[in-house]
């Protein structure tokens, strides 16, 4: 399985996420480093295992709309070959391009940062864009269809998915590191109903995502 290390940064310093109450996100405090500074945190993940990508949240351009954090790109410049999957708040094609111009990022489409699916529909066939679906609790999904031909990659960030009348496929990653054209994240096995959830195949067979459901 490949596993993606996620850091959550907030003024400038990595902060301890907590159950997505954002208000109470603190500087984190880690044995991985001495410091909560992004670059100091990342050094310490990658010390613990050769990761090939990150996944970034920029929380203040998440929730205040501000321009993405420079410290990522300073992160993209120091790990050239590490994959940063960023979420920055992203809503308009603007954005979007801007992050596609730096080639090391994925931009991830983050569904609560969107008034409408606009943007997702412009995007659905750029390969090195994630989406990612924001909810709190167990969320329930109708006649889902998600199949490897677009999207870089799905994240779906909440307790459990049920999917009902659903198609989920994926593919083989290509030669060197990309995200899997699509699959399926939760934290727990999602509840299947009438419902085909294939999975990715990565380097050397590593499998990608949840695959199975109950």
Not at 9 to 17: N, Q, R, S, T, Y
Not at 189 to 197: D, E, G, M, S, W
């Amino acid at each position: 399985m490949l596993i993606v290390p996620v850091i959550d940064i907030k003024g400038d310093l990595v902060v301890h996420a907590r159950q997505g109450d954002r208000s109470r996100y603190e500087p984190i405090v880690t044995p991985l480093s001495r410091s909560p500074e992004p670059a100091a945190v990342l050094d310490g993940l990658l010390a613990v295992a050769p990761f090939a990508a990150v996944y970034i949240a920029d929380l203040d351009a998440i929730t205040a709309r501000q321009p993405m954090n420079p410290v990522i790109e300073r992160l993209a410049d120091r790990h050239p070959m590490l994959a940063f999957w960023v979420d920055a708040g992203i809503s308009s094609p603007v954005a979007a391009a801007a992050l596609l111009a730096n080639g090391r990022l994925h931009p991830v489409i983050g569904s609560e940062s969107q008034s409408d699916w606009h943007l997702v529909e412009q995007l659905r066939d750029q390969p090195r864009v994630l989406l990612s679906l924001d909810f709190r609790g167990n969320v329930g999904i109708t006649r889902l269809v998600a199949t490897g031909n677009g999207w870089g990659g799905v994240i779906c960030d909440f307790g459990r998915v049920k999917l009902t009348d659903s198609t989920v496929t994926g593919n083989e990653f290509p030669d060197e590191f990309e995200p899997p054209l699509l699959d399926l994240f939760s934290a727990k096995r999602p509840k299947l109903t009438n419902t085909t959830c294939d999975h990715s195949l990565g380097p050397d067979g590593l499998t990608w995502g949840v695959c199975t459901g109950d």
